[in-house]
C-alpha cells in the first residue's frame, strides 16, 4: 500500500493534493484528522406561531379559493 501523509490549514472547501498525477484513475482513501472538534454553526430555532394562533379569521370558501388560484396557473 501506498500512502501520502501531508498536513495543511484548511482556508477554503479545497484541499491541494501535491503530485496528484501519481494517483490519477486509482482508488483511493481520504481520512482527515483534526486535533478539536468541527466548529458548528449555531442552529435556527424554528419559528414559532403560537402568538398567531386564533387572531386570523378566514371568511369564504376555502375550496373555491384554491380552485380560482389553480386556475390561475
Known sequence: MYAVEFETDVTSRFI??????QLM???????VLANNEPIKPPQKAPYDFSDLVGKL???GDALSQQSALRDEW
Open 16 to 21: 491541494e493534493l501535491k503530485d496528484f498525477e
Open 25 to 31: 484513475h486509482q482508488h483511493v482513501k481520504v481520512i
Open 57 to 59: 379569521a378566514w371568511e
